[in-house]
């Protein structure tokens, strides 16, 4: 099933015409309505005629984070105030936040590449969507909620928390799919066993869209095997639109990001070239319909890679792999580069282990990964510990290449996160 | 009925035990007996108490990670050879044993050795066969 099924399964020439018309178009508004933009052209010697070609991208300047804060809050805005109708706001935990603005046009565009996704997870309208992400400036949830409704699935607003009312919304309203973060599908599973219930029999889910937050491969499948439902993987950012800019078809293998709307670039973080396809770099991306707020180059901070090759589903936008890190949330032990991600996969596979964990920084040659034990397994025998601690120890050695130190932990010891999880604890002073 | 022993994970967190045995005294739990083994990192209490099943739901309403286990309770003489002429027993019969603690009951006359050994059943067979008094469930209970 498709949505706009012409424009998700163009040819790929076809597709490269429409990116570059596009990409002059938001160049050419870039430049005449941003100073921030006019700026930088001029410091770099270059104008909008200068863009001939999809590969004169590379030209252009990157916009990264920091550039967003610093025009924090209209500096950035390409269009009349008056046309503007949504602010949202990324959140920063340190300084000044980033401001989103939406046209009128730019939240139906939004709402269409949900729509887009949504369909292509199989979704009817009989269905019912329990949204459990967090409304508000927060774009996971609002973008979500107009996509669906576009679609005519029946949307509950629930947002995250109150994890009883969930349940019995979820019940009551025979919710079949979900949209929320991976540790609240974890901690949900959680309340679920605590409370004698068995998704199956009590519940009518189907799928659930996983994001927000990275997680491994490891975590889809147990979500998936606990609940009994296909879980797609979900790729956005508030920068792009919120939700909606990658999503995973029913072949669940990697996101298509919808080409039509964005250019895709991989690059070096460190040198900022591109990497070979198939490579794994950090996302840049340029929007190509964005009337508020084009944004040229942008700095996801994502690590991901290109899945090379056709999908079997149809559609043509290439497709991305789950993210396999942030660029902020790499660490650096014994001079090796760790990803939360590569310890969240490993311990995913240990039997024995509860879902939650908790990585110590406590020097740059030393650090502990706490994980919690499940109840099921303790029998009270200290050996069985013994060992639990000794496998998980020497499968990290042997993934991330330090010897970690592995603190078991008692259930329901680490604090559980209702929105983001907290991973890392860094107590290393710069 | 066989003894029940209450087995509690313990992480490595200043306090930890002293809120388990808290646990224990708001309950109004009296403790027969208590060992820790433990590693750098973590340990688990073993508990002795009259009344298992309450213990047991006492510490899983505070979020203690708890097993319970069946040991054999044995009463031994009070006096030099005493323990070792039981696991002489144990050995005798190839039976392993897990661990072993002993607490010496109010009168001071007998001690009381808790044991677990890989097979429950076989290790108080062997040690009935042997003449060495096992105790039951009520009787240390009671102790």
Known sequence: MFWQKEIETIGRKALEELQLKRLKQTVQRAYKNIPFYSDKFSKLNIKPKDINSLKDIKKLPFTTRENLRENYPFGLLAVEREQVVRLHTSSGTTGKPKAIFFTKKDINQAAELIARCLIMTGIKKDDVL?????????????????????????????????????LALMQDFKTTTLHLTPSYALYLADVMSNEGLDPKRDFFLRRAYLGAEPYSEETRKKIEKFFSIDVFNSYGLSEMNGPGVAFECMEKNGMHLWEDNFIIEIINPETGKEVAEGEKGELVLTTLCREAMPILRYRTRDITMIIPGKCKCGRTHRRISRIIGRTDDMFIVRGVNIFPQQIEQVLMGVKGVAQNYQIILESYDQMTVRVEISRDLFDGRIEHLMNLQNEITEKLRSEILVKPKVELLEPGTLPVSEGKATRVIDKRTL | MEVKQISVFLENKKGRLWEALDVMAKAQINIRALSIADTSEFGILRLIVPNPEKAKKALAKSNFTVRENDVIAVGVPDK????????????????????????????????????RTDSISKGKTALKKAGVPVLSAEEVYSL
């Open chain 2, 80 to 115: 030099p050879g005493g323990l070792a002429g039981i696991l002489k027993i144990l050995t005798d019969a190839d039976i392993n044993v897990e661990y072993v603690y002993a607490f010496v009951e109010k009168s001071g006359k007998k001690a009381v050795v808790v044991l």
């Open chain 1, 130 to 166: 329990q949204n459990m992400m967090t409304y508000g400036l927060f774009t996971g949830a609002l973008i979500m909620h107009y996509g669906a409704e576009k679609v005519g699935v029946l949307v509950i607003p629930a947002g995250p928390g109150h994890t009883k009312r969930q």
